[in-house]
């Protein structure tokens, strides 16, 4: 049986994000991931920060020249009808949503998408950097 706080509990999730996906994101008012696009069937959004750091920092910034991390909250609820994914590893989890539910997905968010670290590549050294700032930031209790 399912009780009324285990239906409205969420799950924390992760998601590398490109400087493209960020801005739409941003531009929602950190409240809607954005569509896919025609080559993208599936939104993949992972189970831990550290597989997201490894892929916002050594793909997304080879890619586009810098990689973010976000966070964000599900309701459970939407998630049950999803399989987590082991894609690699033991911590190389995460879930498959098709492009056409991403609608759904948005309306189960809980609470804001949140940039928790953005990754650059220095000039000076070209060693890939890590900047960690939440944003939007959280409201003061």
Known sequence: MTTRSDADSSVVLWRPTGP??????????WSLWPPRLPDQPIFYPVLNEDYAVRIARDWNVKAS??????????????LESFDVQQVGGRSILEYWIPA??????????????????????????????????????????
């Open 20 to 29: 493209e996906e960020l801005e739409l994101v941003k531009a929602s008012g």
């Open 100 to 141: 056409e539910r991403l609608d759904e997905l948005n309306a189960n968010l809980m609470g804001p998408i949140t940039l928790v670290s953005t990754f650059r590549r220095d000039d000076a050294d070209g060693e890939i950097k890590e900047f960690r700032e939440e944003w939007p930031a959280r409201s003061a209790p």
């Open 65 to 78: 020249g810098v990689g973010h991390v976000t966070r964000f909250s599900v309701r459970r609820s939407f």
